[in-house]
Structures are given as C-alpha cells and as structure tokens.
C-alpha cells in the first residue's frame, strides 16, 4: 500500500499542449481529428507536446466536441489466426489518429454480439468495426444508424448505411481451386462450414469460387462439399470422415487454415503422404501455415491492408462522409509443400 | 435502406422481468448481481425471462446502481496464443452474472495500457482485468484505488489492493527443466526475455525455476540464458545463433511456445535431429504444440481456470471485498515427441 508521495501536475488540457507547442487550439483540434491539410511538420510538433504533457485527448475532448476517440470493434472470436494481423492494421490507423480501439467477443452468436454492440453505443463510442458479424445485413443497417460503422469479412455490396472491406473471397478460391486443377487433379473437394448459415457469407463466396473453377474446367460433376460443424477450432469428426473415406479426394480446398491445419496434420498421422496423395490448400495464411513442419499453401488476404483500410474509412464516416465505400481487396495465393 | 416498418417494443424493465418470472425486483436483483444464495431454480427462471423479453440490465440497472455490467479487459498483445483460453475461461463466468468483457490491446507498451486503462475507468467499467501488464506495481496500486482490479500474469503476491491469478512459474518451470535433466541432459540452456524489463517478471520467476533445478541437480556452472528481443512472434535472429552455435546445448527450455516452435521448426529445416540431438520443452501448451506435425512438449498453465478464477475473484470485489487474494495455479507437463 503506497502513500501518495508525489505531487500530480496539473491536467492537460488543449489549451496547454497548444501554448506549449507554439500553435493555436484549432490547430491541435485539427491534428487531433485527424483533419485534411494538416501539414507532417504541424503533427509532430503537436503530437511532441502530447507526449510530453501527457494529455488526453479522450477526455478534454469530450467537452470539446462529444467524441471519446473509441471505436469499438467486434470480433467473431479469438482463435481465429487471422485476427491479430486485422486488428494490428486497425491498431495502427486508429493510433496515428488518436483513436482507441476496445474489442468484444462475440463468438458467432448474434445474442451476444447485439449485446456487446449495445454497450458500445452506451459507451458513446464514435465508431463502430464489425468483423464477421453474424448479425443480418438488416440487423447491421439499425446499427448503422445509430454510428458510423465499417464491416470486415461480410459482403453486403449495395449496403447502403455502412461501408465493408473485404477479400475478394469468390476470386481468391477459385485462383486456389485452379492451382490444384492445373496440377492435374479432377476430384477436387471442399471443406466447408455448414450451409443453413446465410448471415456468414464469406464462406459462400469462396463455395463460388470453387465452383467456379469446377464449372469452367467441365468438373461440375465432380463437385464435393465436406461439411464442418460451426465449433471454432474443435474438430468434429468431418476430417477424419474425409480421410477414411472410400471416396478420399487426391486433393482438398478448405475454407480456412482451420481446416487445412487440422487435415494436413491428420493425413501426417494416418501415413497419407501430401502432396503426393493429398494435395491440400488453405485460406488465409496463417502463421501455422508457413511453419517448415507444416508447409501449407495457403490464401493470403492481405489482413493488416484489410484492417488499415477499414479503420480509415471508419474514421472518415466519423469525420462525416455518408457516401457509402466497399472494398474487395485482391488475395494472394503462397505456395508450400502442401501442393 | 430499410423503413421502420416494425414496431417496437416497450423497453423491458426489472420490474417486468420480475413479473414475468414471478419473483420480486430483489430477487431479479440478485440475479443480475450474481450474489450468494441464489438459487439454481430461481437464476435459471429469471434468465428465462431475461432472454424472453431480451431485458438489458447493462441500461437499466445504471439507473438502479450506477452499474454498465462491464468489466475492461486489458491484454498485451493478440498473438500469444495462451491468450484465447484464458478469455474464454474470462467470458464464461462474466457471461454467467450477465457481464460482458470489452478488450484492449496494450502492445505490450506501458504508455498504451495506461490510455486504455483510462478509457476503461472513463466509460465506467465496473471492473479492470489485466493480462500480463507492463505498468510496474505502484501504477497498478493507483488504477485499483480507482475501481476493482485483478491482474494475470503479473506476479506480486503481496499487493493490497488488487487480486493476482497466475499460474506457478517458478514451479512450472523447475518441474519442465527437471523432466531434460532426467534423460541424461546437463547442458540444459533457457531461451528467455530481455534481462532489463522487470515489470514483466512471469518469465523471470520462470529463470527462477530453471536455476533451481540446475542447483539442485549440481549444474548451477552449466546455467547458461539466450535472450530474445521482446518483439512478439517476430524472429529476432537469437534462435538462429543457438542452433548455429559451437555450443550448441542438447537441452533447451523455452519460457514460452512461441520460442520453442520457431527452435523446433528451424531444427528441422536445419536437418537438427529432435529429441536425439536436440530436446525441447516449451510453455503454454498452445494447440501448436499439439499438433502431430509439430510435437512440443509444453507445460500447460490451464489457462480457461486461471480466466474463470480472475473473473470471479472481479465479480467479488465488485460485490465488495476488499481483502486481497493471490492465486497460483499448479501447470502440468505435457510431454510429447520433442523430449
């Protein structure tokens, strides 16, 4: 139990960090809004007196302007490895901007995420980032209303209230698909989640994409979804189906590196040598994927450009553009071992 | 662009859910506090009710008791993977007294965690759950005269004014090092953090661990520490000097898995032989160690206990105590093909 030894300073506040930067107050309001035509030499002198002075902004500007320079951001759940590479492009964008990001955990379950949403709007959050909501596109227009929101990992093109970032999911698949065609296989199947579930739809992009791929190579005949259960990271038994099947495909697409981790690493144990027997192709490359013992191939979404985009467009509807913005960002397939 | 074509509810209160369930507001009350003495048959007919009228306590019960049902999670960074179990352990008991958790993201830089930290307390968490912070005891001591907090992954056993949950490194470590020595290894080396940061002591008490073991067994001349820098799951170059060092240890304990996939996986792309020529233990039991692909033996911390213990040692002191506790959790060793 420490006694309070040490005298505390005076609060900072706009007006001492513009004193002390030799600025005017609308000057640091502009550079704390992030605003257009702030000059780089006019930030770092601003952010320099920040720093020092320890200010914060999220306080005084409430007073100010009403904003908290929070956002809150939704997450479908932790253990998805392609999450930290998002979330550090979020991290990122908001930083140099003077935002905060605080998360929720949804866990794919729309109770829970509605929840979660409403305590960010009782927070007087200023912006809302939803990542693979499971909400309806309805559901989110509501929200939309309420902030200014931007959707990672849903495609809803003609949403009109928010803006969405994402991979082009259908493209990346079939550019996937193809690569496993090209190597001469025929009974290419995909792993995928189950199909009652419209609201996740990145998942149904990249079942076109495959199919895609099928159709064009005159494969339609040969098209083969394997089913998962929605159990983040338990295995439910559909992989270990596939493997000991009499109809085990020479070659398997999956919907993540969930999947393709699981498989590989099944096959290993089973004495199924990949590629030769199996060929195998992930999605979303995670750092799993590229370890030497695994060698998966695997999609590349560009998370962190994913997350940096998002956040910019968050702040820029905060700033107040209504005109709504949806991004497809171009995946990128990475070659290892698996194929 | 949706019209509101439907119409809304009225708002459910407390008073209506404890109608509908057909108990008194106190009653309801408890519930929502998760006090003592409540029956499994009185919470299960309240949560009924709750869900039927889809009541938000987070709003109401403002008005009622100046509560949000919100506690602030701060974590160091999302990539360790030890992180996903202890929040799933966090959210499952917070869910279970109708709290919910909303996450920042500290980047292991104390100057990141203190402006969340004052964004939590501004929002008006009731409660702060830190994981593995890098402010030093004597900030902590001031934030939890502020509001209820609990630390993970800091160990301070003697603190007044906040509760620690924290596996026993120290032990975890001792019992790791142990199971090399006893194949015959003396050259057991650690892989651990930077000496200089002493706010993060988890991996010291892990050093702690080793040294105890190596003195017992007679080896304390054999001691010998190779120091990554501290840049999260970005190899820094010291696992690349290990393996390519003259001195090259048969042994080696890793104070987490994050250095002990990046040994195993650069060993084998050197053609290094392990277990035979090299042994490896690792911490965390992530759900990479356990892959057949990979193999890593690991101590596991049993991370969704030390969560579900943290969050209810929060909810006690937001019912009240005062009386701090500190927790150690035994871990496990999980041996696998890497020893």
Known sequence: MSKSGTTTPARATIRTVAADAGVSVAAVSKVLRNAYGVSDGLRDKVQKSIEKLDYRPSTAARGMRGRTYTVGVLLVELRNPFLPSVIDGVQRTLGKANYKALMGVGEARAKIEQSLIDSMVDMRMDGLLLVAPRLSGDRLARHAQRLPMVVIGHHEPTAALFDTVNSDDRRGARIAVEALLTRGHKDVHMISMPEENAAQNVYREREYGYRDAMVAAGLADRIRFWRQKERFAQPDGTID???????????????????????????????????????????DDTPTAA?????????????????????????????????????????????????
Chains 1, 2 share one sequence.
Request: hydrophobic residues 45%; glycine residues 8%; aromatic residues 4%.
């Open 241 to 283: 189906a596939l493997l000991e099947s009499p109809d085990r495909p020479p070659a398997v697409f999956c919907w993540s590196d969930i999947a393709a981790v699981e498989l590989i690493n099944k096959a290993a144990a089973r004495g199924i040598n990949v590629p030769e027997d199996l060929a195998i192709i992930g999605y």
């Open 291 to 339: 370890l030497p013992l695994i060698g998966l191939s695997s999609m590349d979404q560009h998370g962190t450009q994913i997350g940096e985009l998002a956040a910019a467009a968050l702040l820029s509807r905060i700033e107040g553009r209504t005109v709504p913005e949806h991004r497809l960002i171009e995946p990128g397939l990475i070659l290892r071992r698996s194929t």
